[in-house]
């Protein structure tokens, strides 16, 4: 039988500026022991994943492993109203906005506890 051997749990040091794509890939690296290929692919397929989910045929929500939730929200048409100038007290059309998609990210609780 081999003997199974236990790892240290790994301990990220705080960046004094907000890091780069590439400076979290190696951080990912040397806490996971696995390749730069793999911590690459593991991120291209996270993306797509997300992708799909936000997409027009996905749920429009993906959780993110506890820390976020980031959901698709579609505001419908606006505009076209009536209203009166209060200079000049005439009636005028307002242009109306089509309906748009937005993306939106939110902290959930687990991650809230650990920052604060």
Do not use: W
Request: glycine share 8%.
């Amino acid at each position: 039988m081999a003997t199974a051997t236990k790892k240290k749990a790994y301990k990220a040091t705080p960046a004094s500026s907000p890091r780069s794509k590439s400076q979290v890939i190696a951080e990912c690296v040397t806490a996971t022991g696995l390749t730069r290929k793999q911590v690459v692919g593991v991120f291209d397929t996270l993306t797509q994943v997300m992708v799909a989910d936000l997409g027009k045929k996905g749920c429009g929500t993906f959780k993110f492993l506890g820390f976020k939730m980031v959901a698709k929200t579609t505001p419908a048409k606006r505009g076209g109203e009536k209203k009166i100038n209060p200079l000049t007290g005439k009636e005028y059309i307002t242009k109306s906005k089509p309906a748009s998609r937005k993306v939106r990210v939110r902290a959930l609780k687990t991650f809230t506890q650990h920052i604060v």
